[in-house]
């Protein structure tokens, strides 16, 4: 491994066409994927086409019991060249004191040379301690790849961009899902190799029990539109009067500030932002928000931004596309009303 980077290194300070495409051949991304019921989560395809950006062959892991459905659809996703399969329970809830150690494992094993995964809870759960267990720097919440050592990302909550260019032999990188366009399932039929690393390493912490939050709604942070309540609601009672109409009218998944979240208007799976989830759908709909920057880091590219407030001064209106200056209580069922006398 030690020759192979030296060779690496020698290599990169070349600048012949000849020599890039040896050090290509010598990049390998492990795209790791999450999963649920079954399938590969949408949130971690948009990791997979940063892993194709920045070079190599792409293998797709995946782990957990009765993981093979998973693993066969990641083989068919465009870009991916191989998967890497453990079909083992102790891994099946993402806990990450089991699953860090496993990856770190991998990755050595298969000397890869970036390692990629969602910027979700799993992502952020667990690529921290991979990182922390290789000794390296993660480089956290990309946005875009200039090349293969070379990263943008949002910095202040999306006030400044950075880009870092990183040294590192084994670079840990999350994905954020609304920057890269989801892989899509093609004609690929890439070899499914089931991972013979394997530490399994006795844990102190066991997985107990879920909760989720149950919806019939889209997933908030894959969803094409979004409506998202404030603080301007004023109770839960108002929330829940008002919000999940207008999202069954547009047939949107229902969001909510942080404010709104922190009152117990909403659950806090529902909280966009900075310290909550970052999506972009084609139409974001804030009800009550004043468009905190914090607020905003979570939606503000979003492709069309609508926004209902009061208050005509309202920093949301500096970033939306389209602005109604009037009382929610109105204005909502106003438009709710009319949204659903058009789907007739
Ligand atoms: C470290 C940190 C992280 C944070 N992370 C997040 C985050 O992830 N997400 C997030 O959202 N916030 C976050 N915040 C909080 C953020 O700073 C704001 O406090 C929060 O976004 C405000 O929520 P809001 O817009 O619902 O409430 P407010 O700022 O109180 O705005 C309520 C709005 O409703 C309008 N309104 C009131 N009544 C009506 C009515 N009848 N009709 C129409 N409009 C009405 C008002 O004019 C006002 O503009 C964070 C803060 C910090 C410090």
């Known amino acids: 491994m030690l020759a192979n ?52 062959p792409v293998t797709a892991f995946v782990a957990g019991a009765d993981s093979a459905a998973v693993a066969a659809e990641a083989a068919k996703l465009e870009g991916v060249s191989k998967v890497l399969h453990v079909p083992n329970g102790a891994y099946d809830k993402g806990m990450p004191e089991n699953f860090a150690p496993l990856l770190a494992e991998n990755i050595k094993a298969g000397g890869f040379t970036h390692v990629v995964c969602a910027h979700s809870a799993f992502g952020k759960n667990i690529m921290p301690r991979v990182s922390a267990l290789l000794d390296v720097q993660q480089i ?35 994905v954020r899902g609304t920057a890269f366009a989801p892989a899509a399932e093609g004609s690929n039929a890439a070899p499914v190799e089931q991972s013979t690393v394997d530490p399994n390493a006795p844990q102190l912490c066991e997985w107990v029990e ?93 492709k069309v931004i609508a926004a209902i407030n009061k208050d005509a001064d309202a920093p949301i209106f500096q970033v939306a596309d389209v602005g109604l200056v009037a009382d929610l209580f109105t204005a909502v069922p106003e438009l709710t009303t009319k949204l659903e006398a058009e789907k007739k």
């Not at 795209?31 to 399938?39: D, I, M, Q, S």
């Not at 889209?218 to 919000?243: C, H, I, Q, W």
């Not at 500030?257 to 799976?269: E, H, I, K, L, P």
């Open 5 to 56: 980077r030296t060779v690496l290194r020698a290599l990169r300070t070349s600048r012949s066409n000849a020599t890039y495409a040896t050090v290509s051949r010598l990049l390998s991304t492990l795209a790791v994927l999450e999963h649920r019921g079954g399938k590969v989560s949408a949130g971690s395809l948009p990791s997979i086409s940063a892993a194709v950006a920045i070079g190599g």
């Open 140 to 174: 956290s919440d990309i946005t875009a790849v200039k090349d293969q050592n070379t990263f943008v990302r949002p910095i202040y909550a999306g006030n400044a961009i950075a880009t870092v260019k990183s040294s590192q032999a084994t670079n840990v990188i999350t």
């Open 210 to 302: 879920e909760n989720l939050a149950k919806s019939e709604r889209p997933d908030l942070a894959t969803a094409s539109k979004v409506v998202s309540g404030g603080r301007g609601l004023k109770d839960k009672e108002n929330f829940d009067k008002y919000m999940p109409p207008l999202a069954d009218a547009l047939g949107a998944a229902i969001g909510a500030s942080r404010a709104a979240v922190d009152a117990g208007f909403a659950d806090n799976s529902l909280q966009v932002g900075q310290t909550g989830k970052v999506v972009a759908p084609q139409l974001y709909m804030a009800v009550g928000i004043s468009g905190a920057i914090q607020h905003l880091a979570g939606m503000k590219d979003s």
